[in-house]
């Protein structure tokens, strides 16, 4: 055995360690990996989301002006950008002059992975969005 100079504890060859990066690396992978499919889910998750809440007051906005041709093409345009989705059941009720104009859009979200089901959220989780304007 080698001695550090002066006193203190014997310095251990490289071999006796040559295993333990290993072994640490095999204990940590599985929990990086966790935290990265976590991610990527609850990532596209609220992506999708956003798009749908989105093309929903986009639709609205439409619909305010009285172009229910235009919220309907938004509506079509959010459900290309949407990703491990079910296609979204739409609902609009176009209000008459002065009155409010709804869109609701709803769709399910399938996790990519098995670590939802893991955690108890389950496989699919449902997403609702829904905007209001008055028509002008």
């Not at 040559?18 to 940590?28: I, P, Y």
């Not at 399910?108 to 389950?122: E, M």
Request: glycine share 10%; aromatic share 6%; no cysteine.
């Amino acid at each position: 055995m080698r001695r550090h100079i002066g006193s203190g504890p014997p310095i251990r060859s490289s071999k006796s360690q040559r295993g333990a990066s290993a072994v640490e690396f095999a204990l940590v992978l599985p929990i990086l990996l966790v935290i990265l499919l976590g991610i990527i889910d609850f990532g596209l998750y609220f992506y999708n989301d956003l798009q749908l809440t989105h093309a929903a007051r986009d639709a609205a906005r439409y619909l305010s002006v009285g172009n229910t041709d235009g919220a309907q093409e938004t509506l079509a345009e959010a459900e290309d950008r949407l990703v491990s989705t079910s296609p979204p059941r739409v609902t609009i009720t176009p209000g008459s002059q002065g009155e409010a104009g709804t869109v609701t859009v709803q769709a399910t979200y399938r996790f990519i992975t098995p670590l939802p089901a893991f955690v108890g959220v389950g496989s699919t989780v449902g997403i609702d969005a829904s905007a209001v304007m008055r028509r002008e």
